[in-house]
């Protein structure tokens, strides 16, 4: 049954990028589709009947969200005292971060104002069935958990709707029935709309898509009202997230294809009897709403201006952009190839829409340049790289420009369809590993363990976990040449006050958070003469640590006096299981550079939970 709803699938994506019909209102007909994919898979993984960290109120989420419970419920704006009980009642994150303390005694929330303000409706009608009903009013049980879910589906619908409508303005009906499809099944758009769809993508994308559609009205018969609402738009948005201030580029430059063009749109607002008064209506409308965070802080924290996010920051001059494309971790045209299109269409809007091009491009530029430049480029808890979801919303215009040129071109329009359906392919597998297959793992992805699973449904053997750490596996089985050094630990003197017992004989070496550091192991260089290097040994915990930044870990390092030449790791309670023995190894390539010796050696990294370590080994093998 599957199989034949990927065939309906694509022979409607077929005659959608074949047709040349203006009157058959595909486009609708593809709205539709996204819409029920969407639900489907907003069905699929139901996270307003989740738990904990998995709920749809947990992690940024929840720090969005307190404002409600805190002013509505708590009556608890300045001090949050709420925020430890509500914590660890539910689970929602593993540290209350979502308000941090102030000099002054008061807690000020992590994140802006915007998206509480979008929630509100539905948090209100959550509210009203909870104390109405026998679940706690509190703002975290499951009535609140379904309507922000639920809340935010709407809003993915009401984004796709405005996004046709956008789209409708400057291409044909199939044209705009083939970019949505492959906007909402083949990126990691989809993901953002159906399950992780109460976080900021979706709602700015949907932002996005009417704020555009305000400036198309706009510049077709400017009025008082228009410039509010779209000084009232961008206003939510910065509200939502400070950098999405940027969105001021679009009305300002949307519709400018030549120099000319250019000259009358300033003439226009410089002229306060023809544009200018206009300008002053979107300022505004954007003061009315931005200015609600400001506000916020002067309350909270005694000042106008307050940096929420700590020690978190830009990196202006160095912007990640290498690693925002194409990194394992997060990169963009990793998880979201499909994305490569829209690039490759600004080609096409600079030919054939040029009135699009300029606006278009200068925000893409603009909006990769300050997404990457976040020192957390991959945006932690991530598919992919979420941060630019709701572009998705400008990017449409120049997907849709190469669908266009592509539909003219036979071999083109037959590349584009493999392409596309690899894409659909790959983007569902993901969805799924992220949520109920288990193989992606957030924030911890390479390029050789995706490699190493890519479109599988498990893993081809227990040690391609390693490559979460390290960046290779020995090829085949090795032929161990000659033993370089072995411990047993018998002879070591320290007492290390460990709770588990000796895994051999009468001593193992021990980790705790009192003897974080394993004494180092050092090999000359001139002992290694093979290709590769194994350390293995026999590992026993009593409890599993589960947070992979706390794991243990065993390092290898290759030195030139105190310069690390080559360093290679993995972190032990991946593969470790409780109360039980385990014999791991790591195998480790010779880097061909100069080094002066090998330096093996145990971290406990910030783990509270102790591990024996016996019968240490280190082979040359080959």
Known sequence: MA???????????????????????????????????????????PKWKMSKTEATISWDVSGYYFYLPALFIYKDLTKVDFRDSVVQHYQMSSGAYQAYELENGNRVMKYSAGMALQYLPFFTLS???ASTSDYPADGFSLPYQVGISFGSLLVAFI??????????????????????????????????????????????????????????????RPSSWQGVTIGATVGLMALTRPTEIIALILPLLWGIKNRKDFEDRLSFFLDFSRGGK?????????????????LYWKFV??????????????????????????????????????????????????LRHRQLFLATTIFTGLFIYITFAWDIWWYGGSLGQRAMVQSYAILAFPFAGLVEWVKEKK?????????????????????????????????????????????????????????????ELYPGTPKIVEDLVFLDFESDTVDHNCPIPPIEGDRSLCLSAQ?????????HSKEIKTPWIRVQ????????????????????????????????????????????????????????????????QFWQAHSDKPLAIDQLQITAIE
């Not at 160095?318 to 690039?343: C, E």
């Not at 390029?447 to 498990?458: Q, S, T, V």
Request: hydrophobic share 45%.
């Open 3 to 45: 199989s034949g709803r990927f065939t309906v699938f694509l022979s409607i994506t077929y005659n959608l990028m074949t047709t040349s019909s203006k009157n058959q209102n595909w486009s609708l007909l593809a709205l539709i589709i996204s819409f029920l994919i969407i639900a489907g898979t907003h069905a699929y993984y």
């Open 301 to 350: 924290a005694g000042e106008w201006l307050v940096y929420s996010y700590q020690d978190q920051g830009f990196s202006w001059l160095t912007p990640h952009l290498i690693d925002g494309f194409f990194s394992g971790k997060g990169g963009w045209l990793v998880y979201s190839p499909i994305m490569l299109l829209p690039l490759l269409g600004l080609i096409t809007l600079l």
């Open 278 to 294: 206009y300008f002053l209506f979107a300022g505004f409308g954007v003061a009315v709403l931005g200015g609600i965070q400001p």
């Open 515 to 523: 003897e974080p550091f394993s004494p180092p192991v050092q090999i």
């Open 159 to 220: 984004g796709l709707i405005f996004l046709r409508r956008n789209l409708l303005q400057y291409f044909s009906d199939a044209v705009t029935g083939v970019t949505i499809l492959l906007i909402v099944v083949a990126s990691n758009y989809l993901n953002y709309s159906a399950i992780d769809n109460a976080m900021t993508h979706n709602w700015l994308f949907t932002l996005y898509t009417i704020l555009i559609w305000q400036t198309i009205k706009f510049y077709k």
């Open 537 to 600: 040994g026999e590992f026993r915990c009593q409890d599993k640590e589960w947070e992979f930044w706390r794991m243990s870990q065993l390092m290898v390092k290759f030195k030139r006096g105190d310069k690390e030449i080559q360093t290679r790791f993995i972190r032990l309670f991946r593969l470790l299981q409780p109360n039980s023995t385990q014999n791991i190894y790591l195998d480790v390539p010779v880097p061909k550079q100069p080094y002066d010796f090998l330096e093996v």
């Open 127 to 129: 509210h009203i069935v």
């Open 411 to 471: 071999i083109p329009s037959i590349l584009l369809l493999v392409f596309s359906i690899g894409c659909i392919y790959y983007n569902i597998w993901l969805t799924h590993q992220a949520h109920r297959g288990g193989l992606f793992i957030s924030e911890q992805m390479t390029l050789p363990y995706l490699k190493a699973i890519f479109l599988r449904n498990e893993l081809p053997s227990k040690e391609t976990i390693k490559l979460l750490d390290t960046q």
